[in-house]
T-cell receptor, first 115, second 112 residues
């Protein structure tokens, strides 16, 4: 079945540590996204990528980094510079053609907590 | 300022009691409006896309409608399995990924 796989489902970070969240899709989608979801807030965009080897900052990119070396994969690193990393992280992708108007499809998220 | 507001924040319905969820928006030119369903601990599941005022889409007990200022998600004769948070997202006219605005959702509980 086609879809988006995020791993791990739960992740714990120690102070000063970088952690990487995995996102893989087999939908043959060009565009991929990372969002952060906090209680009582709408999804906020961290980074997005429209093609391989290219990505742009979203609204809250500080303290995060990404790479897009393969079409299928868009890992997110939460660095020690991100002082409030506890959140639910969602990866999404959208289909061929212009970025606009294509619905985004989501993985089942990674919940990151601080130890 | 581009903004998406969903109401009510939470809604409790008896099984079979129809109702509507609201998504009002102020954006610089609507390119598309998306409805999603999100279950606890899961990612949002895509339901509908609406592109222009007057458009309607249906799926089982759900029907989405769109005007120039808001969208409604009508739930007819809901069942307990319809319990979830429903999210609305609006794509603004510039069309880039940075111009997709999400509401905070309506948490629906359907009581047997």
């Amino acid at each position: 079945d086609g879809g988006i796989t995020q791993s791990p489902k739960y992740l714990f970070r120690k102070e000063g540590q970088n952690v990487t969240l995995s996102c893989e899709q087999n939908l043959n989608h060009d565009a991929m996204y990372w969002y952060r979801q906090d209680p009582g807030q709408g999804l906020r965009l961290i980074y997005y990528s429209q093609i391989v080897n290219d990505f742009q900052k979203g609204d809250i990119a500080e303290g995060y980094s990404v790479s897009r070396e393969k079409k299928e994969s868009f890992p997110l690193t939460v660095t020690s510079a991100q002082k409030n990393p506890t959140a639910f992280y969602l990866c999404a992708s959208s289909g061929q053609g212009p970025v606009a108007n294509q619905p985004q499809h989501f993985g089942d998220g990674t919940r990151l907590s601080i130890l | 300022e581009d903004q998406v507001t969903q109401s009510p924040e939470a809604l409790r319905l008896q099984e079979g009691e129809s109702s509507s969820l609201n998504c009002s928006y102020t954006v610089s030119g609507l390119r598309g409006l998306f409805w999603y369903r999100q279950d606890p601990g899961k990612g949002p599941e895509f339901l509908f896309t609406l592109y222009s005022a007057g458009e309607e889409k249906e799926k089982e007990r759900l029907k989405a409608t769109l005007t120039k200022k808001e969208s409604f998600l009508h739930i007819t004769a809901p069942k307990p399995e319809d319990s979830a948070t429903y999210l609305c997202a609006v794509q603004a006219s510039s069309g880039g990924a940075n111009n997709l605005f999400f509401g905070t959702g309506t948490r629906l509980t359907v009581i047997p």
